[in-house]
């Protein structure tokens, strides 16, 4: 590091009916041995026992709150508005942090103060936590964002410098599934700088009850509408959404198999993960 102050970081977890992954979720934040971090829970006003997972770790939570609201945007940013760390980490509560990722992301923030957002590459696992599939992924690029219609990166590896919520605002309260997403693509949109890491920070969990799985069809619906008002904004005709998309879709490809980001083992992996979880 290029300096020795030490700085804060949130880290936010949104929560509702999630009890047979809170705690390992909650362990794996408090137990990352990072010397400034504030942790914020914000639970929708869970009935499965939630509740007593959070207060059993209540010395090591900053904050916390079970009450109703409007669903997991609006929880987040009661926990952005409770944030005092310089640096933001959003993990939700049936993902996980690997061991030292705050600190990792914390390094390239302070070799890079350029940069406005870490992300680092996640496994994919399953209900018991077995590995299903590696990302190795790149930095979030604009356009890639704005013409393919999808989201490759995830907030359980992710880290914002907080001065990016403050300029841009929040999560949209309005989006259910996509504002992650619309998220980044407004991040970007503004030119704040993303950096990708190779290192794996954690890990997203698919399961039945995920969202992700769930109700992937309202999801890629989401997305679309949000890049339209993006496309929109920027005076692009409708004509050229499709040929755009394909572009960029396959100039991705291109640019990863430059990188040698694929390999035999990482493509077959992808390809089961698909098939077990497709909806």
């Known amino acids: 590091m290029k300096n020795n102050t030490i700085v804060k970081v949130s880290v ?5 009916q999630q009890a047979q992954f809170l705690e390992e979720t909650i362990q794996s934040v408090i137990s990352q041995s990072y010397p400034k971090l504030e942790y914020i829970v914000i639970d929708g006003g869970s009935t499965d026992g939630s ?24 929880a987040v940013n009661k926990g952005l508005e409770k944030a005092t760390g310089d640096i933001i980490g959003w993990i939700n509560s049936d993902d996980r942090y690997y061991e030292g990722a705050i600190q990792k992301a914390i390094e390239v923030f302070s070799e890079y ?30 356009r890639t964002y704005l013409f393919t219609n999808r989201c490759y990166h995830a907030n359980a590896a992710g880290f914002f410098r ?27 949109y503004n030119r704040c ?11 997203y969990r698919l399961h039945e009850q995920s969202k992700t799985l769930l109700h992937s069809k309202i999801m890629a619906s989401e997305c679309t509408s949000c890049s339209e008002e993006y496309k929109k904004a920027l005076g692009i005709q409708r004509i050229f959404y499709n040929p755009l998309k394909y572009y960029y879709r396959y100039l991705r490809v291109a640019k ?24």
């Not at 949209?172 to 970007?188: G, I, N, T, V």
């Open 256 to 279: 990863k198999t430059i990188a040698h980001a694929y390999s035999l083992k990482n493509i077959l992996h992808g390809i089961l993960c698909r098939w077990r979880y497709s909806p």
């Open 162 to 188: 907080k001065k990016c919520f403050d300029l841009y605002g929040m999560l949209r309260e309005d989006l259910k599934y996509a504002m992650d997403y619309e998220l980044y693509l407004r991040f970007a």
């Open 12 to 16: 936010v977890t949104p929560s509702f």
């Open 193 to 203: 700088r993303f950096y990708q890491m190779k290192d794996v920070l954690g890990s």
């Open 113 to 142: 103060p350029e940069v406005d957002v870490v992300f680092g590459n996640v496994d994919f696992i399953d209900e018991q936590g077995n590995i299903l599939h590696q990302t190795n992924e790149m930095a979030v690029d604009f």
């Open 51 to 74: 509740v007593d997972i959070i207060k059993k770790y209540e010395k090591n939570i900053a904050y916390w709150v079970s009450e109703p609201d409007r669903g997991q945007s609006h």
